[in-house]
């Protein structure tokens, strides 16, 4: 199965066995740092182990929480804060826990496993149910890999990305017997019988109307953005920042570029963008390169006519899990190799950026009922 997810890093190789369950963790070695995954594969504390493909945030206010309820982490990895985080508050750890994670944990005492995602989905997992068995990996392939899944192929979902509705899979997968475990959801299993998944976190929607300022919010909006953008930075290095010329990722650049300022940071971060041609309906180069001059940042430019848009299709079809190629792998692959280049291995982008920082005509609407006539025309200038 490890074999399966080798792209996903098979440089040091963990392997927990107990009586009913085994966890397995493959990973590349840099993964190892700390503030990555650190130098334990797979933590174990007692009766609890926990195999996590993670990166945690705010971890200073997560240890004072376990602290009140008199738990106390044996290592800072992720993998050991989300063991002493479910050892503090069972399944309701998942309302404790922020940041990019998948994990399995094995609770020996109940003979259950818990798995769980974030509520992004950054960190994908797989998981099929054999019937009085349970496996979970990473990848669709690393699923099918075990010898007792069945590699029947799902034809209607083949078909429908055939189609074009390759987002109307839902939890299916190509393979009958595998499924997605959504984000933002959890699954248990015991006495092999299976439990989920359940969604945990939804997005909280009707909230009370703020009571700030347009101009306050604003403030409040830039502070809290920039207190989590830092809180993603990594000290001491250069940091990367997938760069369009749009509101969301040039929102995250500034945030950063801020933060860094706010709090006297240790911190370099650059712009990595894809540069397009005079007339291209694409380009946005004159906008990215307005933001980094404000800020005083070079730009690390990769040229789109690099960036092949067919490239060793059988090759790389053969080698993915799933019939359905993203729109935009070779972008992605070539921004990942820019932030490579820059010596970086964090890459911040703005996806899902779209629906905070995009404003409705309403906003508009607001201003002219209220009689900001000053702020209206302002706002209408900048839309």
Excluded at 26 to 31: I, L, P
Excluded at 59 to 86: E, K, S, W
Excluded at 292 to 308: F, L, Q
Aim: aromatic share 10%; net charge negative; charged share 25%.
């Amino acid at each position: 199965m490890l074999g399966r997810m080798a792209d996903r890093g098979i440089d040091r190789v963990g392997v927990w066995r107990g009586e009913g369950a085994l966890l397995a963790v493959g990973r590349y070695d840099w993964e190892l740092d700390d503030g990555f995954a650190g130098r334990v594969l797979i933590a174990e504390d007692g009766d609890l182990v926990v195999a996590a493909d993670a990166s945690l945030y705010y971890r200073d206010a997560l240890r004072r929480a376990l602290a009140a309820r008199g738990v106390t982490p044996a290592q800072d990895t992720p993998a050991h804060l989300i063991l002493a985080a479910y050892r503090a508050w069972g399944d309701a750890c998942l309302d404790h826990l922020d940041g990019d994670y998948s994990f399995i944990l094995w609770d020996g005492a109940r003979r259950r496993a818990f798995c769980a995602r974030d509520f992004g989905g950054k960190r994908p997992l797989h998981y099929a149910d054999l019937g009085g068995e349970l496996v979970v990996a990473s990848t669709i392939g690393g699923v099918v890999a075990h010898p007792r899944c069945p590699d029947e192929l799902n034809l209607a979902i083949i078909a429908g990305t055939i189609a074009g509705m390759h987002f109307s899979a839902g939890p299916e997968t190509c393979y009958t017997a595998v499924r997605v475990l959504p984000n933002a959801h959890r699954l248990s299993w015991a006495d092999g019988r299976l439990d989920g998944p359940i969604r945990y976190w939804e997005a909280p929607v009707n909230a009370e109307p703020s009571r700030l300022s347009h101009a306050e919010a604003a403030e409040e909006l830039r502070e809290v953005l920039a207190t989590a953008v830092a809180e993603r930075l990594r000290p001491g290095e250069t940091n990367t920042v997938w760069m369009s010329g749009g509101w969301d990722s040039t929102s995250v650049f500034g945030a950063a570029c801020h933060a860094i300022e706010r709090d006297g940071l240790d911190v370099q971060v650059r712009p990595v963008s894809i540069s397009y041609p005079e007339g291209d309906p694409g380009r946005e180069d004159h906008w990215i390169q307005a933001i980094a001059d404000r800020w005083n940042v070079p730009i690390h430019w990769i040229d789109i006519a690099d960036i092949p848009f067919l490239e060793r299709e059988e090759e790389r079809a053969e080698r993915r899990d799933e019939p359905y190629a993203h729109l935009y792998e070779r972008w992605n692959a070539s921004l990942a190799a820019g932030s490579h280049a820059c010596g970086s291995r964090i890459a911040l982008d703005g996806n899902g950026g779209d629906q905070l920082f995009q404003n409705s005509d309403i906003f508009l609407a607001d201003l002219f009922r209220q009689g900001r006539w000053v702020t209206l025309v302002r706002e209408w200038r900048a839309r």
